[in-house]
């Protein structure tokens, strides 16, 4: 028979998630600390804890037939530390924390990951533990975030894992272009060239009243039944002019709406499942404003689960004010990515103080893999170059070609003036400008 010291080291190296085991005796509220949680049926359905004999704990389920399971969160560790007995003298360990009950009159913890309310149905002997089978009478997925894992006699959670891959667009280029003069096939070779390097290319803003035989589209009109490469999108805020962009063979369409504002928002999923009903239209992009610039983060929250259910392709988190730092990009990303789920989110950041790549950084180690930037850096936003040049020394594959991206930035860089900034060095939109065509250096992990 193996040794006890052996099993034990082994058995520490499988990681588990991290519950709360409740129950209530005589109407007074008891809980602890457990991993050795798991499902055993869908139909009826079934879980099972088990739990060692000499547990006072086990004496209570025992006596009591039911029990709870809350399911801890990657930052509930503390929640996690106290029922297990290892907070030193807390009191009530229920206190702090707000609790529900549903059919057996367990206490649940609201915010844990989920909570699971049993009534117990079998229990079967397993050498020093009870193995206790309870029946699910209720249940609630409250959040969406990470768990609290417990590995090697610790508690911890998911390291953070770079993507294989990252994908781009490009909605600042050609705007960029046109306020600063430059012609209409400047403006179409330039956006032909990022696009073709598999960059999707905003290449019309049909919500700045400009009128249409002006804008630089694909160079020409498209023939009956010819379309735009996928990668090209046009900016809208009506069905009229999505109609309009559809016509001219622009298959990925992008809405604006302001997180802060929740008509605006409500507006948005409405011309979503609009454009659900157009068998043309490839890409349904929500550009949600300003995210970063609202504290706590509720309303964007809001707002991305709004969308996600309106029928979005994708939500694009624009930092449209330059106040994203690294620790609100991890404290947004930590629940956006899993509300969103299985729709995309995009990011769009400044390089405000030399942030933007650290900003980037940080998303990639949160689970965002699509990035919205522009070439140059020409409006404030992090540089494509700079971008592609980050991923290749992560060994982040992405479609563009780096050199000949890298070789169009700085020919646009060159010809193009630098617009008239304030004493601060900001743009009018509060972007810091850069005259120097030396790319922005790499952040270190």
């Given at each position: 028979m193996v040794e006890s010291s052996t099993f034990r080291d082994v058995l520490a190296q499988w990681p588990s998630g991290v519950t709360v085991v409740t129950t209530v005796v005589d109407g007074v509220r008891h809980g602890m600390t457990?991993?050795?949680?798991?499902?055993?049926?869908?139909?009826?359905?079934?879980?099972?804890?088990?739990?060692?004999?000499?547990?006072?704990?086990?004496?209570?389920?025992?006596?009591?037939?039911?029990?709870?399971?809350?399911?801890?969160?990657?930052?509930?560790?503390?929640?996690?530390?106290?029922?297990?007995?290892?907070?030193?003298?807390?009191?009530?360990?229920?206190?702090?924390?707000?609790?529900?009950?549903?059919?057996?009159?367990?206490?649940?913890?609201?915010?844990?990951l989920g909570w699971l309310d049993c009534r117990i149905v079998h229990a079967y002997p397993g050498g020093d533990h009870t193995i206790f089978v309870g029946e699910v009478l209720a249940g609630h997925a409250a959040r969406r975030t990470a768990p609290l894992l417990f590995h090697s006699r610790g508690w911890g959670q998911f390291a953070d894992v770079l993507p294989?891959?990252?994908?781009?667009?490009?909605?600042?280029?050609?705007?960029?272009?046109?306020?600063?003069?430059?012609?209409?096939?400047t403006?179409?070779?330039?956006?032909?060239?990022?696009?073709r390097s598999g960059i999707r290319v905003r290449v019309a803003d049909l919500t700045a009243d400009a009128p249409l035989e002006a804008l630089p589209w694909t160079g020409r009109q498209p023939e009956a039944g010819a379309r735009a490469p996928q990668e090209h999108s046009a900016l809208v805020e009506s069905l009229v002019q999505a109609r309009q962009a559809v016509e001219r063979g622009i298959p990925v369409l992008e809405i604006r709406a302001d997180c802060?504002?929740?008509?605006?928002?409500?507006?948005?999923?409405?011309?979503?499942?609009?454009?659900?009903?157009?068998?043309?239209?490839?890409?349904?992009?929500?550009?949600?404003?300003?995210?970063?610039?609202?504290?706590?983060?509720?309303?964007?929250?809001?707002?991305?689960?709004?969308?996600?259910?309106?029928?979005?392709?994708?939500?694009?988190?624009?930092?449209?004010e330059g106040a994203a730092t690294p620790l609100q990009v991890r404290a947004l990303l930590q629940d956006a990515v899993g509300l969103a789920r299985p729709v995309p989110l995009r990011l769009r950041l400044r390089d405000n103080d030399r942030l933007g790549l650290v900003n980037v950084l940080t998303a990639l180690k949160s689970g965002v893999h699509h990035f919205d930037t522009t070439l140059g850096g020409l409006d404030g936003a992090v540089a494509t170059e700079d971008l592609i040049r980050l991923l290749g020394t992560l060994d982040v594959t992405t479609p563009a070609d780096a050199a000949a991206l890298d070789r169009l930035a700085r020919r646009v860089r060159g010809r193009t003036a630098v617009p008239a900034v304030a004493?601060?060095?900001?743009?009018p939109n509060g972007s810091t400008a850069s005259t120097s065509p030396e790319p922005t250096p790499l952040p270190t992990l």
């Open positions: 457990a991993s050795s949680f798991s499902s055993v049926s869908l139909d009826p359905p079934l879980v099972s804890i088990c739990l060692d004999r000499r547990l006072y704990t086990h004496g209570l389920l025992t006596s009591s037939g039911v029990f709870g399971i809350s399911v801890l969160a990657k930052d509930q560790g503390e929640v996690a530390r106290r029922f297990a007995g290892m907070a030193g003298d807390v009191g009530d360990r229920f206190d702090g924390e707000t609790w529900s009950t549903a059919a057996t009159g367990v206490p649940l913890l609201d915010s844990a294989d891959v990252a994908t781009l667009a490009d909605s600042g280029l050609v705007s960029s272009l046109i306020s600063r003069g430059e012609s209409g096939d403006v179409r070779q330039t956006a032909h060239h990022v696009g802060r504002d929740l008509r605006s928002v409500e507006d948005a999923a409405v011309l979503l499942r609009e454009l659900e009903a157009m068998p043309d239209v490839h890409g349904r992009v929500v550009i949600l404003e300003d995210v970063f610039a609202v504290p706590g983060g509720d309303h964007p929250l809001a707002a991305i689960d709004l969308l996600a259910s309106a029928g979005a392709t994708e939500i694009c988190l624009d930092d449209t004493p601060n060095g900001s743009l």
